[in-house]
């Protein structure tokens, strides 16, 4: 049974750092993608950044770009999300998705984990 499990999420301050993990279990990504997605309270849930395991390819939404860093050990099965310089409009629920190399869907989703950004 293939699970991915989010943790890191917390309160912290305006211009703060957290970085998010995602254990992968059940199976290795290896030559797939893995990507964060977050939900902001009362809006849609939205990509954040994904990483293509076997090409190091990386991919940020542009509400993002320059302040998050995705990356990922394979050893670990493990990815994560670097966030600096976090903003109030960061605070949502952030998930874990992976997308299987053969599938235009993202086949496995975490539970989420919460970041609150105060102001």
């Known amino acids: 049974q293939v699970q991915l499990v989010e943790s890191g999420g917390r309160l912290v301050q305006a211009g703060g750092s957290l970085r998010l993990s995602c254990a992968a279990s059940?199976?290795?990504?290896?030559?797939?993608?893995m990507a964060w997605f977050r939900q902001p309270p009362g809006k849609e849930r939205e990509f954040v950044a994904a990483?293509?395991?076997?090409?190091?390819?990386?991919y940020y939404a542009d509400s993002v770009k320059g302040r998050f860093t995705i990356s990922g050990d394979n050893a670990k099965n493990t990815v994560y999300l670097q966030m600096n310089s976090l903003k109030p409009e960061d605070t949502a629920v952030y998930y874990c998705?992976?997308?299987?190399?053969?599938?235009?869907?993202?086949?496995?989703w975490g539970q989420g984990t919460q970041v609150t950004v105060s102001s």
């Open positions: 059940g199976r290795t990504f290896s030559r797939d993608t």
């Open positions: 998705a992976a997308q299987l190399s053969y599938s235009t869907n993202y086949n496995y």
């Open positions: 990483i293509r395991w076997s090409a190091g390819n990386t």
